[in-house]
């Protein structure tokens, strides 16, 4: 005779598809429920918040004895009550400037959508809406129309690549793919123990140990094809520090030996400059001639694309070197514009 399968009840099955809700949103609908005089009991509210009795009783008994909140069960109406008056449930209590900057740090995220980390961080962000009270003045639409992030110059990264490459990075798994470099004609296979992803300037990066140069490299996304795991495993080495790594470099170039370099910035081109970070070892001195921008980095290409963007309103007064190969690339530029 064939076994009879039980069927799970809705609270049962909810739990098991992970489906439940946040443990602080579910004791903000108890409060909900008990502040308006309801009366309501464990069978009810587990039924409404799809969760067993036993949950709710949790969360009541952590409502009483952990938040401090007046809250017993009257035997009378069968159900549980305030003794006391409560005037706010004890949230978590955040400014209006923390959800701001909350809300900010969410929409700068959009760049792990279509990711493995899209659905955690959502989820994430929900839990922390969710556990900040009722009573902001302002509410989370309103801040959606009043602040924004945006940015130009976005990463085309595969996500596909990405999400193997995340992967590899979590799991301490070797990985090799095809990677074709900057100035390289065709592409070259690496077999990398992939270290750390960074998105630096709106793009994205691999920071890992080449096998065959013996040596961390940094490796572009958007150049990176066919990951495919080795088999080999790999302990991240624990002095590995990516702020060692670029700590002389501009942006994400690696420079070399580090020199003082000073720029003198002029017209437009000084206001917005002092109005950045563009190093941590920057020093700005503004005077009649000029602003001043001194700081100790590798002269590296994108140092050099940088100052070049700025054009005839940034000046190099040292080092020489440098001074000398900006005003080549100049007049490089100035002969691609020449009739004829």
């Not at 040596?215 to 088999?231: C, D, M, N, Q, S």
């Not at 002029?266 to 001043?292: C, D, F, I, M, Y």
Request: hydrophobic residues 40%.
């Amino acid at each position: 005779m064939p076994k009879k399968v039980r069927k799970k009840s809705p609270a049962r099955q909810a739990a098991s598809e992970g489906l439940t809700r946040p443990p602080m949103e579910r004791m903000w609908r108890i409060h909900q429920e008990v502040a308006a005089g309801g009366f309501p009991n464990c069978q009810g509210l587990a039924v409404d918040l799809e969760v067993s009795a036993k949950t709710v009783m949790r969360d009541v008994e952590f409502m009483r004895d952990r938040l401090g909140l007046p809250l017993e069960y009257d035997a009378v109406k069968h159900g549980f009550h305030y003794t006391a008056p409560v005037r706010d449930f004890p949230m978590m209590k955040v400014s209006q400037g923390e959800v701001a900057a909350l809300l900010l740090a969410q929409k700068s995220l959009e760049q792990f959508r279509g990711t493995t980390f899209e659905r955690p961080l959502a989820a994430a962000f929900r839990k922390l809406s969710h556990s900040i009270g009722g009573d902001m003045e302002i509410a989370w639409h309103e801040l959606e129309q009043a602040l924004s992030v945006r940015s130009s110059g976005a990463g085309l990264a595969d996500m596909q690549v990405f999400d193997a490459l995340a992967k590899a990075v979590m799991d301490g798994a070797e990985v090799g793919f095809a990677y074709h470099k900057l100035a390289g004609e065709k592409s070259e296979q690496r077999t990398v123990q992939p270290y750390h992803l960074g998105c630096i300037e709106n793009q994205w990066y691999l920071f890992g140990h080449d096998a065959d140069r013996g040596a961390v490299r940094t490796f572009a996304l958007p150049r990176i094809r066919a990951v495919e795991k080795t088999g080999a495993k790999f302990r991240r080495p624990k002095d590995f520090s990516l702020g060692k790594i670029l700590e002389g470099s501009f942006a994400v170039f690696e420079g070399g030996r580090t020199t003082k370099v000073r720029i003198r910035f002029r017209g437009v081109a000084a206001r917005l400059v002092g109005e950045r970070v563009w190093h941590t070892s920057q020093k700005l001195s503004p005077g009649k001639a000029g602003l001043v921008l001194e700081m100790r980095v590798g002269l590296s290409p994108d140092l050099r694309q940088w100052i070049l963007g700025w054009g005839a309103e940034a000046e190099v007064l040292e080092p020489p070197e440098l001074r000398r190969d900006l005003a080549a690339a100049a007049a490089r530029t100035a002969r691609v514009y020449v009739p004829g």
